[in-house]
Each structure stands twice: as C-alpha cells, then as structure tokens.
C-alpha cells in the first residue's frame, strides 16, 4: 500500500511571493489533514477535510493560506503572500476513519523556507 | 492555550535501559491517546494508541500508561535501544479525528 504522498519535499521562497504544496493521501482514506511544524514544536492542524468537504479550518490564517481538495482525493495548499513566519514543515496526513480510534498517517512533509 | 503539555523536552537514556515520556491533558472531552514517532526528515509515524477506558496498552517494547483522574498518560521504552533514538510527539484526539499534539520529546539513545 502506497502512503501519503507529498511534493515537493524542500521549497525555498522569499518574502511576499507565494507557494503550493501538493498531496495525494491513502487511497481510500477520506479524511486529511493539513499541518505546520515549526521547528522544535508538535504539528498543529490547519486543516481538516472529510472527502472533499471541510471539517475544521479554524486554526488556517484564511487571509494568506487557502487548501482545496476538490475532487475527494489530493489536496493543494497555498501560501499567498508568504512570511517569514511560515517557514516551518507542512505536513500532510490522511485517515481511514472519522471516529476513533483517529489512525493518521503521515506524509515526509515539505520543508518551507522563506527569506 | 496549550491543551497538550508534554515532558521532558530532551531525553537521554544508555542502552538498554527505560525510557518515560510524558504528557498532560486539559480537555476531558479527548478520547484517543496516540505517540508518534519522528526521525528526521520523516513524518510522525504512528507508534501505540490507548483508549481512555482502559489503563494500559503494551506492545513489544512500548507500553502506554494512562491515568484519566490525573488526566496523564506516559509512554515506557523498554530496553531502549539506539535505533530507537528520535522525537516523539504524544497526542489527543476526539471530535471528527482532529488530533493535538504535544511538543516533542527528543530522545537519545546511548550506545
């Protein structure tokens, strides 16, 4: 079984220029997620969706990161315009269940830097 | 607010010996109670889960204590080996399958 699936896995941007990362989870698995991990710190969710719906954006700064995943199946997700402070991993991680037990599993991540 | 508080921050533990891991919750509403595992440029793989009616999980090596009145739960390395060396996260979840995590506990392994 292939896992999750992300690209690409490094990107260096300046300041106020945007950026897409790209996702393509479990086969099957309808929900996933979007994370950020800054480094030295857990991964904190910006986003959840449940096929191609969503379920919890409440921690996405909507005024400069959007994500779609419209089809039900990958996902995008953007950075427009970017800031220093988002250099950090953007994970990605998808789920077979929406109860427990919340197996996630996870992608390598992408590791942003802006300068 | 942090709803996951997770210590210690750095671990360093000779082979062979017991490694402890743990973690604080704030909101009783958390029903699953999963570690993750992290080496470097790797995704969090999960490691061992526990559910809040039952007080301990072993597997292999790992075991997972949970005490809901303390609202606690930590995770035992036994016989703690090199490879084992890596970050790991503790994490809560409930609702829809949104998970917090904790910051990270980085963890060497002396030979």
């Known amino acids: 079984e292939a896992g999750v699936a992300q690209s690409p896995r490094y990107k260096i941007i300046e300041k106020r220029q945007s950026v897409a990362f790209w996702c393509n989870p479990i086969?099957?698995?309808?929900?996933l997620y979007w994370y950020q991990q800054i480094l030295g710190q857990g991964p904190k969710l910006l986003i959840q969706?449940?096929?191609?719906?969503?379920?919890?954006d409440s921690q996405l700064p909507k005024d400069r990161f959007s994500a779609e995943r419209l089809k039900g199946v990958d996902s995008t997700l953007k950075i427009q315009p970017a800031k220093l402070e988002d250099s950090a991993v953007y994970l990605c991680?998808?789920?077979?269940?929406?109860?427990?037990?919340?197996?996630?599993?996870f992608g390598p991540g992408t590791r942003l830097t802006v300068t | 607010q942090q709803q996951v508080k997770q210590s210690p921050q750095s671990l360093i533990v000779q082979k062979g010996g017991i490694s402890i891991i743990n973690c604080a919750y704030e909101?009783?509403?958390?029903?699953?109670f999963p570690w993750y595992q992290q080496f470097p440029g790797k995704g969090p793989a999960l490691l061992i889960a526990?559910?809040?009616?039952?007080s301990e999980k072993k597997e292999g090596r790992f075991t997972i204590s949970f005490n809901k009145s303390a609202k606690q739960f930590s995770l035992h390395i036994m016989d703690s080996q090199p490879g084992d060396s890596a970050t790991y996260f503790c994490a809560a979840g409930s609702g829809a399958g949104k998970s917090t995590f904790g910051d990270g506990t980085t963890l060497t392994v002396k030979p």
């Open positions: 909101n009783t509403a958390f029903d699953y």
């Open positions: 526990i559910r809040p009616d039952v």
């Open positions: 086969s099957g698995h309808a929900t």
């Open positions: 991680a998808s789920s077979q269940w929406t109860g427990p037990p919340y197996e996630q599993y």
């Open positions: 969706f449940q096929n191609n719906g969503v379920v919890d």
